[in-house]
Each structure stands twice: as structure tokens, then as C-alpha cells.
């Protein structure tokens, strides 16, 4: 089956950057749309951006203007560049992955911290 990894969450201060990372490892498998989630304390589950095959993207508004997602489909990866972080965007983002044939699969999630 298809495991997805994250890297590249920590604690930063506001204003701050990060870039996280997220990886498909297995065989088999083609990936189709990938994405990053997000849930913060006392939210619900929140898409933060999207990406198509083709390198179409979609964000959330809180975000936009902010954050940048990219794939390399050569290695299987999904990025996610936050720029000019804020005490808001302190939550648990997981990466989501749309393969064929295996569908739907979700990494277990890095922690971003940003402080005031």
C-alpha cells in the first residue's frame, strides 16, 4: 500500500517560514491530485491547498497570497511553502494523496506552531 511521510513542521515565530514536505513511498501506484490539510485546535478539518496533475492549485482564503504548494511527480512529493506565518495557522496539516489504483491516502500529520 501507498505510505505518505511528512517533514519540515517546528515552531516559528510569526512572521516566520516553513516549507513542509510530504512523500509517497511504495510501488504500483500512480498519483493523481495532491493536497494539504489542516486542523487547529477547536476547528474542523480545513483544506489548505490543492494540486492537480497538471499543476492546477486551489487555496484556502486564509491563505492565499501566503502559501504555495508544488509537486515533484518524479519523486512523489507534495510541498508546501507558508510564508509570513501566523499565531492561525497553528495546527496539525496532513497531506493527502488521490492515487489510482490505490485511492485515497493520508500522511499522519506534522505539527506547525507559530508563536506571537
Known amino acids: 500500500q501507498v505510505r505518505l511521510v511528512e517533514s519540515g513542521g517546528g515552531l516559528v515565530q510569526a512572521g516566520g517560514s516553513l516549507r513542509l514536505s510530504c512523500t509517497a513511498s511504495?510501488?504500483?501506484?500512480?498519483?493523481?491530485?495532491m493536497a494539504w490539510y489542516r486542523r487547529a485546535p477547536g476547528n474542523q478539518l480545513e483544506l489548505v491547498a490543492g494540486?492537480?496533475?497538471?499543476?492546477?492549485?486551489n487555496y484556502a482564503d486564509s491563505v492565499k497570497g501566503r502559501f504555495t504548494i508544488s509537486r515533484d511527480n518524479a519523486k512523489k512529493t507534495v510541498y508546501l511553502q507558508m510564508n509570513s506565518l501566523e499565531p492561525e495557522d497553528t495546527a496539525v496539516y496532513c497531506c493527502?494523496?488521490?492515487?489510482?489504483?490505490?485511492?485515497?491516502?493520508w500522511g499522519q500529520g506534522t505539527q506547525v506552531t507559530v508563536s506571537s
Open positions: 494540486i492537480t496533475r497538471d499543476g492546477g492549485t
Open positions: 511504495g510501488t504500483g501506484f500512480a498519483v493523481n491530485r
Open positions: 493527502n494523496m488521490q492515487t489510482v489504483p490505490f485511492g485515497s491516502s
